[in-house]
T-cell receptor, first 112, second 110 residues
Framework: DTGVSQDPRHKITKRGQNVTFRCDPI?????LYWYRQTLGQGPEFLTY????????KSRLLSDRFSAERPKGSFSTLEIQRTEQGDSAMYLC??????????FGPGTRLTVL | EDQVTQSPEALRLQEGESSSLNCSYT??????LFWYRQDPGKGPEFLFT???AGEEKEKERLKATLTKKESFLHITAPKPEDSATYLC???????????FGTGTRLKVLA
């Protein structure tokens, strides 16, 4: 257990529905990252927060994806109008300095 | 464009049979190279950070090394519990994101 928690651990939804995932980082970590991982691939960067500011966002991320980190603590990732191609493991990581990212257990999304 | 390539894709070893995993990278300015271990259905677990060519880090049966173009993860006398996917990632100057390779799936047979 790294101290990073994610909720829910599994989510099954129907195509077209909206889903929201939560990440609670290690309490003193000011940096928070979201990644997406599909089978047989490494994690793919989605977005980065430093405190409450979203400083970087992947160009691959469509307008259906949005992330927030109010008050610089927990973060949420929302996917609107889900598609079957969104099925993946969504990973959250946190760090105190710009290395040694600690990952949570992930949320596995299945879109039917 | 920053890129990370790992080889081999999969590796089967007998218990005690030492080997090395390779991570080749292309990056505009290396801020750090990272090795992670990932078990099925779990998030990656941090192993090492390397910052500059010539640097080495060790932890139990694992040793990571770095050159200007690649990194190696040496596994000495592996045990079945070392079976996992080993991921390499780089962070380049001017960005906050990690670029991950696709990983090497290691299976150690008893």
């Amino acid at each position: 257990d790294t101290g990073v928690s994610q909720d829910p651990r599994h989510k099954i939804t129907k195509r077209g529905q909206n889903v929201t995932f939560r990440c609670d980082p290690i309490s003193e970590h000011n940096r928070l990252y979201w990644y997406r991982q599909t089978l047989g691939q490494g994690p793919e960067f989605l977005t980065y927060f430093q405190n409450e500011a979203q400083l970087e966002k992947s160009r691959l991320l469509s307008d259906r994806f949005s992330a927030e980190r109010p008050k610089g603590s927990f973060s949420t990732l929302e996917i609107q109008r889900t598609e079957q191609g969104d099925s993946a493991m969504y990973l959250c990581a946190s760090s105190l300095i710009s290395n040694e990212q600690f990952f949570g257990p992930g949320t596995r999304l299945t879109v039917l | 464009e920053d890129q990370v390539t790992q080889s081999p894709e999969a590796l089967r070893l007998q218990e005690g049979e030492s080997s090395s995993l390779n991570c080749s990278y292309t990056v505009s300015g290396l801020r750090g190279l990272f090795w992670y271990r990932q078990d099925p259905g779990k998030g990656p677990e941090f192993l090492f950070t390397l910052y500059s060519a010539g640097e080495e880090k060790e932890k139990e049966r694992l040793k990571a090394t770095l050159t200007k173009k690649e990194s190696f993860l040496h596994i000495t006398a592996p045990k079945p519990e070392d079976s996992a996917t080993y991921l390499c990632a780089v962070e380049s100057s001017g960005t906050y994101k990690y670029i991950f390779g696709t990983g090497t799936r290691l299976k150690v047979l008893a």
